[in-house]
């Protein structure tokens, strides 16, 4: 699987968008690209993911660049409920592959501050 | 995420002792997860399995073992727990539709060992 490159840490004032970069400059052709979230000791929470399109449901939008090489989540109106560990991670997914494994790095910790 | 269910959420254990989690799902899924998190880490993957009497290692399989008799239930066993297996661990599975990447998790189960 690709690796990924996110910042550590970001803050964000509440009602104000929320613009999450991730990295990921390896990633093949058939890769998608995830998001997931983990407020405090709670399981991971699935969010959206996408091939080369951008994406929104929800929860948030995916926007892709062009080159695929990086992406960005965004909450349009953080709220403090969404102070969490935010996970960007590429994978084969439906998109083939024989590697069935999910690899979580360290994510980003955002903190949406009122 | 109702569905996806961890006992016990909480258990502390004395150094050798054994256990098993017990993870059970009730949403047909096919492809099931054990994760381990440690404070200030990343997710890391012990076993996975891609269906019912199917199993395979993930990043760290050390010290554990892992049984897919029933497509419902996926079992993490240690059979001589060691302090360095105090960690929280997830549960997780897949959507029914496949290996779609969109994973449910559970609550976690907090495992101390002494």
């Known amino acids: 699987d690709a690796k990924t490159t996110q910042p550590p840490s970001m803050d964000c004032a509440e009602g104000r968008a929320a613009n999450l970069p991730c990295n990921h400059s390896t990633i093949s052709g058939n890769e998608y690209v995830y998001w997931y979230r983990q407020i405090h000791s709670q399981g991971p929470q699935y969010i959206i993911h996408?091939?080369?399109n951008n994406e929104t449901n929800e929860m948030a939008s995916l926007i892709i660049t062009e080159d695929r090489k990086s992406s960005t989540l965004i909450l349009p109106h953080a709220t403090l409920r969404d102070t969490a560990v935010y996970y960007c991670i590429v994978y084969f997914g439906s998109g083939g592959g024989s590697n069935y494994k999910l690899t979580f790095g360290k994510g980003t910790l955002l903190t949406v501050n009122p | 995420n109702a569905g996806v269910t961890q006992t016990p959420k909480f258990r502390v254990l004395k150094t050798g002792q054994s256990m098993t989690l017990l993870c059970a799902q009730d949403?047909?899924?096919?492809?099931m997860y054990w994760y381990r998190q440690d404070p200030g880490m990343g997710l890391r993957l012990i076993h996975y399995?891609?269906?019912?009497?199917?199993?395979a290692k993930g990043e760290v399989p050390d010290g554990y073992n892992v049984s897919r008799l029933k497509k419902q239930n996926f079992l993490l066993g240690l059979e001589s727990a060691a302090p360095s297996q105090t960690s929280v661990y997830f549960c997780?599975?897949?959507?029914?539709?496949?290996?779609?990447?969109?994973?449910?998790f559970g609550e976690g189960s907090r495992l101390t060992v002494l």
């Open positions: 399995s891609v269906g019912e009497g199917t199993t």
């Open positions: 997780a599975a897949d959507s029914p539709l496949g290996n779609t990447g969109e994973l449910f």
């Open positions: 996408g091939l080369k």
């Open positions: 949403m047909n899924h096919e492809y």
